[in-house]
């Protein structure tokens, strides 16, 4: 699976837009870009994922370069309950007969919302 | 309401004695998994199972077992634990490569 960076922190004021980048410039065609949250020592939270087009939900959108070199994931109107350490994973859906589902967390992005 | 649950969500022990931590899942999901989270080193993969009767170890797996009698259910088991082994303990489920449902965490602590 692709190698990510993000910033090792961000701070961002309650009720603005946060914006978390992720580079990812080593993807291969098959693998999604993933991002999952931690709230202090609570267990990860899927978030969203895509693979070339933007995606929206309820939660958050992911934007992708049209390289899909790097991505961010914007929470619209951040709260303090997204205080958070926020993991962008990069993994592909190619399942070769036994393969194992893991997630590789790397260190992730701590986003304090601040009021 | 979907979610995994994990017991203890505590647990303080001695060094040797015999512990399981119970992980269930409500969603009828094929692959199961346990990580470790510790300060520095993040999350973990200590053994993952993609059905019933199938498991496989992670990446660090030394000083565990698993089994996946039920679909639903997937013990992680220290025959002898060690205080290497505090940590924060996480167990997930996932139906392929859809998002994983991650269970509250077990914070162990080995005497």
């Known amino acids: 699976d692709a190698k990510t960076t993000q910033p090792p922190s961000m701070d961002c004021a309650e009720g603005r837009a946060a914006n978390l980048p992720c580079n990812h410039s080593?993807?291969?065609?098959?693998?999604?870009v993933y991002w999952y949250r931690q709230i202090h020592s609570q267990g990860p939270q899927y978030i969203i994922h895509g693979l070339k087009n933007n995606e929206t939900n309820e939660m958050a959108s992911l934007i992708i370069t049209e390289d899909r070199k790097s991505s961010t994931l914007i929470l619209p109107h951040a709260t303090l309950r997204d205080t958070a350490v926020y993991y962008c994973?990069?993994?592909?859906?190619?399942?070769?007969?036994?393969?194992?589902?893991?997630?590789?967390f790397g260190k992730g992005t701590l986003l304090t919302v601040n009021p | 309401e979907a979610q995994v649950t994990q017991n203890p969500r505590y647990l303080i022990t001695v060094t040797g004695k015999k512990l399981t931590v119970t992980c269930s899942q409500n969603?009828?999901?094929?692959?199961m998994s346990w990580y470790r989270q510790d300060p520095g080193l993040g999350l973990r993969q200590i053994y993952y199972?993609?059905?019933?009767?199938?498991?496989d170890k992670g990446d660090v797996p030394e000083g565990y077992k698993v089994s996946r009698k039920e679909k639903r259910n997937f013990p992680l088991i220290l025959e002898s634990p060690s205080p290497n082994q505090t940590s924060l303990y996480f167990c997930a489920s996932s139906s392929g490569f859809l998002e994983q449902f991650f269970g509250p965490g077990t914070r162990l602590t080995v005497l």
């Open positions: 080593t993807i291969s065609g098959n693998e999604y």
């Open positions: 199972s993609m059905n019933v009767e199938v498991t």
């Open positions: 994973i990069v993994r592909t859906t190619r399942n070769s007969g036994g393969s194992n589902y893991k997630l590789t």
């Open positions: 969603m009828n999901h094929e692959y």
